[in-house]
């Protein structure tokens, strides 16, 4: 819902009915479905780098701990995932940022050649930049999930959906897609946050949140006899 409530409002705006029972906002439906395409190489990069180099090194990392490891081998698992996350999290917010640069630069030819017209190229260079916000959101969710963190994205999407929800019911008719775009870049900030400062003390955290359950038991005292001879 986060990511279709501005068509929902859309589709009150301008629908267009080519049947009964189906609605079409053609100046905003087809911009939008265009602007998620410039996301499918960066989804098809971080799946196939998450399930490869990063679980490797996430497994590892949660089988230094599950096999009680010694803090200087589990410190170095943890180094080489901190490696491959950031460095993998570098790659494809380039990536995607080329994407999106690329899309807005052909938004104008890509709007000629589907007729559409300006509130259409509006609703196009909009829906490419929040498709981008969207598409980095998915990653940060993803990974939050591997550390079962499912708070996180959870929360993100309440605020996306919210934002989204607010500013397209104000500016749909005029500045189509910002809704959507500002809901997203606002809701990948709040969780890649919310996610650096548990990630950031992991150790801290996965003790706090496994401790073991010690059984209770009563102290025991041992008498120093030896000390009590002595004296």
Same mark, same amino acid.
């Given at each position: 819902?986060?990511?279709?409530?501005?068509?929902?409002?859309?589709?009150?705006?301008?629908?267009?009915?080519?049947?009964?029972?189906?609605?079409?906002?053609?100046?905003?439906?087809?911009?939008?479905?265009?602007?998620?395409?410039?996301?499918?190489?960066?989804?098809?990069?971080?799946?196939?780098?998450?399930?490869?180099?990063?679980?490797?090194?996430?497994?590892?990392?949660?089988?230094?701990?599950?096999?009680?490891?010694?803090?200087?081998?589990?410190?170095?698992?943890?180094?080489?995932?901190?490696?491959?996350?950031?460095?993998?999290?570098?790659? +494809?917010?380039? #990536?995607? /940022?080329?994407?999106?640069?690329?899309?807005? !630069?052909?938004?104008?030819? @890509?709007?000629?050649?589907? %007729?559409?017209?300006?509130?259409?190229?509006?609703?196009?260079?909009?829906?490419?930049?929040?498709?981008?916000?969207?598409?980095?959101?998915?990653?940060?969710?993803?990974?939050?999930?591997?550390?079962?963190?499912?708070?996180?994205?959870?929360?993100?999407?309440?605020?996306?959906?919210?934002?989204?929800?607010?500013?397209?019911?104000?500016?749909?008719?005029?500045?189509?897609?910002?809704?959507?775009?500002?809901?997203? +870049?606002?809701? #990948?900030? /709040?969780?890649?946050?919310?996610?650096?400062? !548990?990630?950031?003390?992991? @150790?801290?955290?996965?003790? %706090?949140?496994?401790?073991?359950?010690?059984?209770?038991?009563?102290?025991?005292?041992?008498?120093?006899?030896?000390?009590?001879?002595?004296?």
């Amino acid at each position: 819902m986060a990511a279709w409530i501005d068509d929902f409002i859309a589709w009150f705006y301008f629908k267009y009915s080519i049947s009964k029972g189906f609605i079409f906002a053609p100046q905003y439906d087809i911009p939008m479905f265009i602007s998620y395409l410039f996301i499918i190489p960066t989804l098809t990069l971080f799946v196939l780098n998450l399930e490869t180099d990063f679980y490797f090194n996430y497994r590892a990392f949660y089988q230094s701990v599950e096999e009680n490891r010694t803090l200087t081998y589990i410190k170095l698992a943890k180094e080489t995932l901190d490696n491959n996350l950031y460095a993998t999290t570098k790659l +494809i917010l380039s #990536v995607q /940022f080329t994407f999106m640069l690329s899309g807005l !630069i052909l938004s104008g030819p @890509l709007a000629k050649a589907l %007729i559409l017209n300006d509130y259409g190229l509006k609703a196009l260079r909009f829906g490419i930049v929040g498709a981008a916000a969207n598409g980095i959101f998915l990653y940060v969710s993803l990974i939050a999930h591997y550390f079962d963190l499912p708070d996180i994205p959870m929360n993100a999407s309440i605020i996306a959906f919210t934002v989204n929800f607010v500013f397209s019911m104000l500016t749909i008719i005029r500045f189509p897609g910002i809704g959507f775009a500002i809901g997203f +870049i606002i809701a #990948v900030i /709040f969780a890649w946050t919310k996610f650096r400062v !548990i990630y950031k003390n992991l @150790l801290h955290f996965e003790f %706090i949140r496994n401790r073991l359950t010690l059984p209770l038991r009563q102290v025991i005292i041992h008498e120093n006899k030896h000390l009590e001879e002595t004296e």
